[in-house]
């Protein structure tokens, strides 16, 4: 097994394809959803983040704008086989070093109440009440402080 990569892709890379066979495959079919039946509109304008080994993406993540200073950390999917080896910890990070470049202050995110415990050790706080997304229940999370990293605090590397 090769080391675990994480490299930006947008939706007119072959890695897209991946991109978005890892987020049905996770976020869809086990709701018995598809997201053939969603608007993906939004992907086009999104920073998406893959982690892949051996050439095959075996995660992803997305950051969408909302404002000058906001941005959403959207659609984190690992396929399971991979969940508890940090890839999805590695995901994050990679966002947030990127979002912290490009001066965003504050990432915020709808977790799947499941996924509450994984953003909080990655220091998210929940804001909002339970609420019901895709059919279960999401909380609104944040993390408006330690994106503001020095030069040496570096760590990650864009490939």
């Not at 590695?90 to 953003?119: C, G, P, T, W």
Request: hydrophobic share 40%; with cysteine; glycine share 6%.
């Amino acid at each position: 097994m090769s080391a675990i990569t994480v490299h930006i892709v947008n939706i007119v890379s072959p890695t897209y394809q991946q991109v978005w066979q890892v987020r049905e495959e996770v976020l869809r079919k086990p709701l018995g959803m598809s997201l053939k039946n969603e608007d993906l509109g939004m992907d086009a304008n999104d920073t998406i983040f893959v982690a892949q080994t051996d050439d095959k993406v075996i995660g992803c993540v997305m950051l969408h704008h909302l404002n000058a200073g906001l941005m959403k950390l959207r659609q984190m999917a690992v396929y399971p086989e991979w969940q508890g080896k940090g890839v999805g910890k590695l995901l994050v990070q990679h966002a947030e070093e990127y979002a912290s470049e490009q001066n965003y202050k504050k990432i915020v995110l709808h977790a799947r109440m499941v996924a509450a415990d994984f953003y909080s050790k990655l220091g998210y706080h929940i804001v909002s009440n339970v609420f019901t997304e895709v059919g279960i229940p999401h909380v609104v999370m944040q993390k408006d402080n330690g994106l503001d990293l020095l030069p040496n605090q570096r760590r990650c590397t864009f490939v």
